[in-house]
């Protein structure tokens, strides 16, 4: 299983957009084969700062996901939009 864990920041006035935009990817993502969770995120706190937690089957798994409209819609959307954006891969370990 591999995480991905994504964070963004909405530029001022541009929230509603990339709440939009994660939802409409989320609804998609969830379906597809190898996806095992697709959870956005938004910081109770500072609404514009955003969070995407993912677990996908594997690097193929991803690969796949990486291409779909879907993905390629949702980076394009977003991207222009946040003042942040960082997508970092995980990989849980045994807690001690």
């Known amino acids: 299983m591999i995480t991905i864990v994504a964070?963004?920041?909405?530029?001022?006035?541009?929230?509603?957009?990339?709440?939009?935009?994660?939802?409409?990817?989320?609804?998609?993502s969830r379906a597809e084969p190898g996806n095992v969770v697709y959870q956005p995120l938004e910081e109770v706190e500072?609404?514009?700062?955003?969070?995407?937690?993912?677990i996908w089957r594997d690097e193929a798994a991803i690969a796949v996901h990486n291409e779909t409209e879907h993905f390629g819609a949702l980076?394009?959307?977003?991207k222009p939009l946040?003042?942040?954006l960082a997508i970092r891969r995980?990989?849980?370990?045994?807690?001690?």
Do not use: N, Q, S, W
């Open 7 to 28: 964070e963004a920041t909405a530029k001022p006035g541009h929230e509603a957009a990339i709440r939009a935009a994660l939802d409409a990817c989320a609804r998609l």
């Open 46 to 54: 500072r609404p514009g700062r955003f969070l995407v937690y993912e």
């Open 75 to 78: 980076i394009g959307t977003v």
């Open 82 to 84: 946040c003042d942040h």
């Open 90 to 96: 995980m990989t849980a370990f045994p807690a001690a």
